[in-house]
């Protein structure tokens, strides 16, 4: 692993464990060698601060037939799966945000569904029990007599 400090993998269970030391400037590049040199793997490892991006992670609805997961990477991309089988996901794309006054945007670059009505211009909040609200948001709904993908707006997620 470069460079080492702040993370190390633990040799028995692969663990791969990151101290709040690690630096969030860089990536750490993790390789894993199978075999005895057989067959070598490796693996670009952002880390980031949730005071720098309190997004990022996995969300789900908290009420039904909602977004089931709304992913938010490191790196700026997100990812939403609303009635979810397998590997799908409804759409993705690229995400911007400005912690200061709250502004949330979601830029859709591919889809399998996307949302009638889906609007991806809003505005965020984290509240003290850490639930998610998306105001302005509609990234859709789940109809469950017609079996699609239907207008869904104002989230509130949690982790």
């Not at 720098?52 to 039904?64: F, H, I, K, Q, Y």
């Not at 790196?75 to 799966?81: D, L, N, Y």
């Amino acid at each position: 692993m470069a460079p080492g400090i702040g993370v190390k993998i633990d040799p028995e269970t692969g663990v791969l464990d990151v101290s709040p030391a690690a630096s969030t400037d860089f990536s750490y590049t993790v390789t894993a060698d199978v075999g005895e040199g057989e067959y070598s793997l490796s693996v670009d490892v952002d880390v980031y601060s949730q005071e720098d991006n309190p997004l990022a992670g996995v969300w789900s609805e908290t009420g039904e037939n909602g977004v089931n997961t709304l992913l938010f990477t490191s790196s700026g991309e997100f990812a939403v799966t609303i009635n979810p089988y397998g590997n799908y996901q409804d759409y993705w794309g690229t995400y911007t945000f400005d912690l200061a006054i709250g502004d949330l945007v979601l830029t859709a670059d591919g889809a399998n569904q996307v949302a009638p009505e889906g609007v991806g211009i809003g505005t965020f909040e984290i509240g003290a029990d850490g639930a998610l609200t998306l105001t302005g948001h509609c990234l859709g709904a789940w109809d469950t007599n017609e079996q699609s993908l239907v207008e869904g707006c104002g989230h509130v997620l949690e982790r």
